[in-house]
T-cell receptor, first 114, second 110 residues
Framework: DAGVIQSPRHEVTEMGQEVTLRCKPI?????LFWYRQTMMRGLELLIY????????DSGMPEDRFSAKMPNASFSTLKIQPSEPRDSAVYFC????????????FGQGTRLTVV | DAKTTQPNSMESNEEEPVHLPCNHS???????IHWYRQLPSQGPEYVIH???SNVNNRMASLAIAEDRKSSTLILHRATLRDAAVYYC???????????FGKGTKLTVNP
């Protein structure tokens, strides 16, 4: 398996634009997580899904952020409108969803909002 | 959120053992301890996890105190490639939710 695949790897956008980050989890994994990492706040859990259903979105910063998982092999994190403070590295991770198994992380998307 | 306490940074020399401590004094009976590490410019990667007994795998060993209020990640022979931020995470009950703290930045000197 190619692991968790995120796209794009880098994104530069202007303030006010819509940004969509994509994630393909490992085939057969049932849980998917979105994280954001900045120097100031570290790694923050934004939202996680189990069997395509959002289980905990308490980390989503505000209404400008939304996440979807239309099927088991694809998830998106959308920011609309984007702001400079959204600049961060966004990671996606997946697990088998069966007990205490390891989480596999993607390489991340580095987002810069100017 | 589940809380753990780790030193901000540690240093080691190459080919020497490294003991990374973690305190989790409020741990409950069903909480697991997980260790992840993050190399520069990469996503976190799993290292090891355990509940009560000490655990070994190809990457490291996890020593859990008898009262479970602390644990230690042991790298038996540090290499330059082990330089990373190491995160000790406690998962509550049956939750898969990994909440990362600040971690310990490990520097390995040649």
């Amino acid at each position: 398996d190619a692991g968790v695949i995120q796209s794009p790897r880098h994104e530069v956008t202007e303030m006010g634009q819509e940004v969509t980050l994509r994630c393909k989890p490992i085939s057969g994994h049932n849980s998917l997580f979105w994280y954001r990492q900045t120097m100031m706040r570290g790694l923050e859990l934004l939202i996680y899904f189990n069997n395509n259903v959002p289980i905990d979105d308490s980390g989503m910063p505000e209404d400008r952020f939304s996440a979807k998982m239309p099927n088991a092999s694809f998830s998106t994190l959308k920011i609309q409108p984007s702001e400079p403070r959204d600049s961060a590295v966004y990671f996606c991770a997946s697990t088998s969803g069966q007990g205490y198994t390891e989480a596999f992380f993607g390489q991340g998307t580095r987002l810069t909002v100017v | 959120d589940a809380k753990t306490t780790q030193p901000n940074s540690m240093e080691s020399n190459e080919e020497e053992p490294v003991h990374l401590p973690c305190n989790h004094s409020t741990i409950s009976g069903t909480d697991y301890i997980h260790w992840y590490r993050q190399l520069p410019s990469q996503g976190p990667e799993y290292v090891i996890h355990g509940l009560t007994s000490n655990v070994n795998n190809r990457m490291a060993s996890l020593a859990i105190a008898e009262d479970r209020k602390s644990s230690t990640l042991i790298l038996h022979r540090a290499t330059l490639r082990d330089a990373a931020v190491y995160y000790c995470i406690r998962t509550q009950g049956g939750s898969e939710k990994l909440v990362f703290g600040k971690g310990t930045k490990l520097t390995v000197n040649p």
